[in-house]
Nanobody, 116 residues
Framework: QVQLVESGGGLVQAGGSLRLSCAASVSISSITSRAWYRQAPGKQRELVALITDGRNTNYADSVKGRFTISRDNARNTAYLQMNSLKPEDTAVYYC??????????WGQGTQVTVSA
């Protein structure tokens, strides 16, 4: 059974940085991309960033230039480096393993809180 475990969330002041990690329990050969989503209170879950097997990346407009997604296949781990954080980035962040755009596996989520 595949498990995705996020870490690295926390409380940070506006302008600060955090690095999220998402470790998979096994190598996930069935997926084609790794992604990060977030869900703020009262809002729908939204796609923040994704990276394909070919290491192509895509970002939500709201985080372009501030967030960077990467992956280490040897460690079955994906990362989300978040810089210049804003209070509106406050949310629960989820990592996902996707196949052709469809999330197949989800992590449990990690809280990111950005204070003004």
């Amino acid at each position: 059974q595949v498990q995705l475990v996020e870490s690295g969330g926390g409380l940070v002041q506006a302008g600060g940085s955090l690095r999220l990690s998402c470790a998979a329990s096994v190598s996930i050969s069935s997926i084609t991309s790794r992604a990060w989503y977030r869900q703020a209170p009262g809002k729908q879950r939204e796609l923040v960033a994704l990276i394909t097997d070919g290491r192509n990346t895509n970002y939500a407009d709201s985080v372009k230039g501030r967030f960077t997604i990467s992956r280490d296949n040897a460690r079955n781990t994906a990362y989300l480096q978040m810089n210049s954080l804003k209070p509106e980035d406050t949310a629960v962040y989820y990592c996902a393993g996707r196949k052709y755009g469809v999330p197949l596996y989800w992590g449990q989520g990690t809280q990111v809180t950005v204070s003004a």
